[in-house]
Each structure stands twice: as structure tokens, then as C-alpha cells.
């Protein structure tokens, strides 16, 4: 029996940080490594991106982050779904940034709040004054590679919700957002599918000047 293998092109994965770079101008781009990088290996594609001038790392679980601290000392690492408990305790303990999306906002470790702007996942409402373990704003868009303007209108609330807080780091977009609306630039991009080069609309990734 043969085993399946995949080969990865980590210099396809430079080209596109460099392309969505470009796009983003002085907006930060926060790579999305989670769920094992796509399935790209994680740490691999973390060092790739780093390299090529990501300022910070994006995932879903706290074992995830977990593993990329061992690789990555002293980057932003985000936790982007709910934690709670213990998790909160080992995000402290290993200098990790968590996502609150209710009125329990964990103290002694960096957090950004999650504004619901019409995704309607999860997240808060309305603003409350940040507290001063809060170091960033957030929000998810729903629909920004499928219907734009609907994705114009979540990011018209958020910043008219956030405006009074530029102090703090904001950011919304993702691939779609970052790659074809500008308004979305705030002051990071959280972006994962434009990574691996596949297009969040399901075009030719060479449209955008993206490499799978």
C-alpha cells in the first residue's frame, strides 16, 4: 500500500504574501494558520509568511496556538473561537492574544473584542468601553466574497462603533475583504484562503495574482 503525499510550494506561499502585502499597503496582514495550515502544515507556512513581513499568526483552537508558540517566541498569536477555564490560563501563561465575543472579558492576557456586525455567529452587540487588557477590535464579515455590498455595510458599523478607539488595533477583513474591498484596510487583515492561492470568489487565482 502506497502512502499519499503532498508537496508543498512554500515559495508560492511567499508570492502571495508578497501580492496580498501589496494590496493591504500599510494595513498589517495577519496570517490565518489554523486547522494545521488548510492542511498546509502550519508551521511551515507560519515561517514562509513571517518571512516575507506577516506581523502576526491567526487561529482557531488554544492547542493550535500552543504549538506555534514552541516554533514562533514572541509573535502575536490570535485565538479567534471562544475559550474558557483553563485555556485561559495556558493563553496567559504562553503570551497569547484571545478573542471575547460576551461581557466575560479575560483578564491578565491580551484580548480583542468581537463585534457581531451581521455575521451573526457570535460576538458583542454593542461596544462596551474597552477595558485595559483589550488590545484590539474585531468583527467577521459574512458575505465579502459573495456580496459585497451587504460586506460595505458590516464594515460601515464597525466603524462607526469603533471610531472613537483608533488607539486600538481594528481589523475585519479577510482574503475577499483584503483582495477587492479597500474600505475594509483598517489596520490589519486577517487573511487565509488568498494564502494557499486559491480565490475566496472561485476564480482563476492568477485573477487576484494569486499562485495555488
Known amino acids: 500500500m502506497h502512502r499519499s503525499e503532498i508537496t508543498i510550494d512554500l515559495g508560492a506561499v511567499r508570492r502571495n504574501v508578497r501580492q496580498l502585502r501589496s494590496v493591504l499597503g500599510r494595513c498589517e496582514l495577519w496570517a490565518v494558520v489554523k486547522a494545521d495550515g488548510y492542511g498546509h ?5 507560519a515561517g514562509a509568511a513571517l518571512g ?3 506581523q502576526a499568526l491567526c487561529v482557531a483552537t488554544i492547542p493550535e496556538a500552543l504549538q506555534l508558540r514552541h516554533e514562533f517566541p514572541g509573535v502575536r498569536i ?4 471562544p475559550t474558557s477555564g483553563r485555556e485561559i490560563a495556558q493563553a496567559r501563561e504562553a503570551d ?3 478573542t471575547a465575543s460576551d461581557e466575560a472579558v479575560p483578564e491578565g492576557v491580551r484580548v480583542h473584542l468581537k463585534l457581531d456586525t451581521g455575521m451573526g ?7 462596551p468601553v474597552p477595558p485595559v487588557q483589550v488590545v484590539g477590535l474585531m468583527s467577521h464579515l459574512a458575505t465579502a466574497d459573495s456580496d459585497p455590498e451587504f460586506a460595505r455595510a458590516q464594515i460601515a458599523r464597525f466603524e462607526e462603533a469603533t471610531a472613537a478607539h483608533q488607539n486600538l488595533i481594528r481589523h475585519v477583513a479577510n482574503s475577499a475583504a483584503a483582495l477587492r474591498i479597500p474600505e475594509s484596510h483598517f489596520d490589519a ?11 475566496p470568489f472561485g476564480e482563476p487565482p492568477a485573477v487576484d495574482g ?3
Do not use: H, N
Open 96 to 98: 497569547l492574544d484571545l
Open 189 to 199: 487583515a486577517r487573511c487565509g484562503i488568498a494564502l494557499y492561492g486559491l480565490s
Open 41 to 45: 502544515g502550519a508551521i511551515d507556512v
Open 121 to 127: 455567529r457570535w460576538g458583542l452587540s454593542e461596544l
Open 78 to 81: 490570535l485565538v479567534m473561537a
Open 52 to 54: 516575507e513581513g506577516a
Open 210 to 212: 494569486l499562485e495555488p
